[in-house]
């Protein structure tokens, strides 16, 4: 029982967890994306090019270069998502304070020793 355990112990891990919530809710936002694009985008794109009713199966030399470009796209659009997140995620993380002095410089050193050899006389 031993190894079914530590299985347990291990998927109920916060990280884990957490990666597979990041997972559904990507694949999720991934098909909203195909939508946008299916349904608004590409409908745009290929009144633009002349073939209104389906960009998808647009095709050069018997290559369906629809689908790639209709690829391409969704993937453009999680990026720029996924880019505005982090860097949201970024602003709002704890800046780490800087480090302290390391110390008194030579120079310092040497003006201490002096005022130290003054104090004595």
Avoid: C, H, W
């Avoid at 991934?30 to 299916?38: G, P, T, W, Y």
């Avoid at 970024?90 to 800087?98: I, Q, W």
Wanted: proline share 6%; aromatic share 10%; glycine share 8%.
């Amino acid at each position: 029982m031993g190894f079914f355990k530590e299985f347990k112990d291990f998927a109920m891990k916060g990280n884990v967890m957490d990666l597979a919530i990041a997972v559904v809710i990507g694949a999720a936002f991934s098909k909203i994306v195909s939508a946008l694009v299916d349904s608004i985008i590409m409908p745009i794109i290929g009144m633009i090019v002349g073939d209104a009713n389906k960009f998808s199966t647009y095709t050069v030399g018997g290559i369906k270069v629809g689908v790639f470009i209709q690829a391409v796209i969704d993937f453009i659009i999680i990026a720029f998502v996924l880019f505005l997140i982090v860097k949201a995620m970024n602003r709002f993380k704890k800046k780490e304070p800087p480090p302290p002095p390391a110390g008194p410089t030579t120079t310092e050193k040497l003006l201490m020793e002096i005022r130290d050899e003054l104090k004595k006389k």
